[in-house]
C-alpha cells in the first residue's frame, strides 16, 4: 500500500494572456478607427482589437510525494514552480489534471498571502489554526513557541498590514511549523529573512520532516539549502517535469539548465551597473605559456583576464575589479580584488585588459560561476552574476598525486605535517590513566 501523502497525475494549468493589435502604419490605424465607428453606430461596444495566448505554465505534470519526505522543487525562473505550489494549496485551479493530498495543508508562498491584513497577529495565528481544523485549546498549546520563533511578541496586537516584510515572514513560517499541519509548504519567501532567521527555517523544517514525520515541499534557487534540507528533487523545466530523483540527481540537472560557458559578454542582458566601462569578454590563460585555455587545474598558475572598453570620463577614474567564483551550490570559494593587493590601476586606456593572477589555484576539481564586479566612488559601473561557469580539473597539487573529493573540501591547503618529540609519558597522562582504567 502507497504511503504517499501527495499524488499529481497529468496536471496542467493554461493562462490566456491578451496582447493589443499593434498598428504598424496609418493606414492600419484609420481601418481600426473607422470599425469603432462603425461598430457604435451600430449600437456595438466598440473594444480595442485583441489576440488571445494561451501560456501553459505546467503540462503533464505527475509525481508523489511520500510522508516524512522533504521534497526540493526546483527550476529556473518561469518553470512552473509557484504555479504549482498555488494549486497544491488550493489558491489557483489547474486546467486539467488531478490532485489528491492526503493531510492537513500550511502553505507560506509570496509575503501578503495566508493572513488577514487587518487583523492583528494574534488574531491571525488563531484564525489560521481554526483554518486547519485546530481547537481553541490546541492552538493555546503551540502558541507561545509561535510568538518566541517569530520574535514578534511586541507586536502581537499590532494589524499585520503594518509589519515589515521579515516579520510578516517570520510570523507567518512559525504559524505554518508550529501548528502541525502534515504537509508543509514553502515558496521562495524565505529569501525575504535574514541569514539567521533562515538557518531556524531550515532547521525547524528539517525537524518537522525527519524527527515528526511531517512531509515538506520546498521551493528555492539556494542549492546548497536544498541540499541541506531535502532528500529527493523535482526539476521543472518550462512548465514540465525534467526529473525526480534524489536531491544530487535534481541539483545536478537543475545546473546543467542554467550552465553559461561562453565567455563573449557583449550581448549579455542581465548586466548591473552605471556604465562608463563595460567587460567585453573574459579569458583564461595559463601563466606559464600564455595560451588561452577552456578549463583550468587544481594549483596551475591562471590568468583571469577582463578585456573592457572605457569611456574617456570613465577611465580617468580610479576602480575596483573583483572575481568571484562560487560552487554550484552558491558557497563563496574564492574572492580577489586589486585593492586586497594593494595595486591602484591609475588611468586606463580607453581599450584593455584587467589581468588578475591566482597563483597555485587551491580549487578541487568541480565546476565554478565567476561573477565580476568594476567599481568607483560613483558606484557599481559593471557587474553580472554567474558571467560564465569555469571548470577546474585534477591537477596535482601536493606534487603526491593525491587530491580530496570535491564532497569533503572546496579549498586545498597548502599543509605540511611533522611530529615533535615531547617529554616522556607522566603519571597524569590521559595514556597513563587510560592503562591504569583498563587494569582496574
Not at 374 to 400: H, K, M, P, Q, W
Not at 406 to 424: I, Q
Request: net charge negative; charged share 25%; with cysteine.
Amino acid at each position: 500500500m502507497s504511503n504517499a501523502v501527495i499524488e499529481i497525475r497529468g496536471l496542467s494549468k493554461k493562462y490566456v494572456i491578451q496582447h493589443e493589435t499593434q498598428h504598424n502604419s496609418l493606414r492600419d490605424k484609420a481601418a481600426e478607427s473607422f470599425r469603432k465607428l462603425f461598430k457604435r453606430q451600430r449600437g456595438g461596444e466598440a473594444k480595442d482589437a485583441q489576440s488571445n495566448e494561451a501560456f501553459w505554465a505546467l503540462r503533464d505534470v505527475s509525481f508523489d510525494v511520500h510522508q516524512g519526505e522533504a521534497v526540493g522543487i526546483i527550476g529556473r525562473n518561469g518553470a512552473g514552480k509557484s504555479t504549482l505550489l498555488k494549486i497544491l494549496s488550493q489558491i489557483v485551479a489547474p486546467t486539467t489534471g488531478e490532485i489528491k493530498i492526503h493531510g492537513r495543508v500550511a502553505s507560506l508562498l509570496e509575503v501578503g498571502t495566508g493572513f488577514h491584513a487587518e487583523l492583528s497577529g494574534r488574531e491571525n495565528i488563531y484564525l489560521n489554526g481554526s483554518i486547519l481544523g485546530m481547537r481553541r485549546k490546541e492552538i493555546d498549546s503551540k502558541f507561545d513557541e509561535i510568538v518566541d520563533f517569530a520574535g514578534v511578541e511586541r507586536f502581537l496586537d499590532t494589524p499585520v498590514k503594518r509589519y515589515s516584510s521579515g516579520m510578516y515572514v517570520r510570523l507567518a513560517f512559525a504559524v505554518a511549523a508550529y501548528l502541525e499541519p502534515e504537509i508543509l509548504i514553502v515558496d521562495e519567501v524565505l529569501a525575504v529573512g535574514d541569514a539567521e532567521f533562515q538557518k531556524k527555517c531550515l532547521g525547524k523544517m528539517r525537524e518537522v520532516s525527519s524527527n515528526e514525520g511531517r512531509t515538506v515541499l520546498f521551493v528555492s534557487h539556494n542549492m546548497a539549502a536544498v541540499d541541506n534540507l531535502c532528500t529527493r528533487g523535482v526539476v521543472l523545466n518550462q512548465g514540465q517535469v525534467q526529473l525526480v530523483g534524489t536531491k544530487s540527481e535534481a541539483i545536478t540537472a537543475y545546473l546543467a539548465t542554467t550552465s553559461v560557458h561562453n565567455f563573449d559578454l557583449r550581448h549579455r542582458q542581465d548586466r548591473r551597473g552605471l556604465g562608463g566601462i563595460r567587460i567585453l569578454e573574459i579569458e583564461l590563460r595559463d601563466t606559464a605559456s600564455g595560451r588561452s585555455i577552456d578549463t583550468m587545474m587544481s594549483g596551475q598558475d591562471i590568468d583571469v583576464c577582463f578585456h573592457y572598453e572605457a569611456t574617456e570620463e570613465e577611465s580617468s577614474r580610479q576602480v575596483i575589479v573583483s572575481l568571484q567564483l562560487r560552487t554550484n551550490l552558491d558557497v563563496p570559494a574564492v574572492l580577489h580584488h586589486n585593492r586586497l593587493s594593494g595595486q591602484a590601476f591609475g588611468k586606463l586606456p580607453r581599450v584593455g585588459t584587467f589581468i588578475c593572477r591566482l597563483r597555485r589555484l587551491p580549487l578541487v576539481p568541480s565546476t565554478y560561476r565567476l561573477t565580476y564586479s568594476l567599481d568607483s566612488e560613483r558606484g557599481c559601473l559593471d557587474s553580472i552574476d554567474n558571467a560564465t561557469d569555469v571548470v577546474v580539473t585534477d591537477g596535482d597539487f601536493y606534487g603526491t598525486g593525491e587530491v580530496p573529493p570535491s564532497s569533503h573540501a572546496t579549498v586545498l591547503a597548502d599543509g605540511a605535517w611533522r611530529v615533535e618529540s615531547r617529554e616522556e609519558i607522566t603519571e597524569s597522562s590521559l595514556l597513563s590513566l587510560e592503562t591504569r582504567n583498563a587494569t582496574i
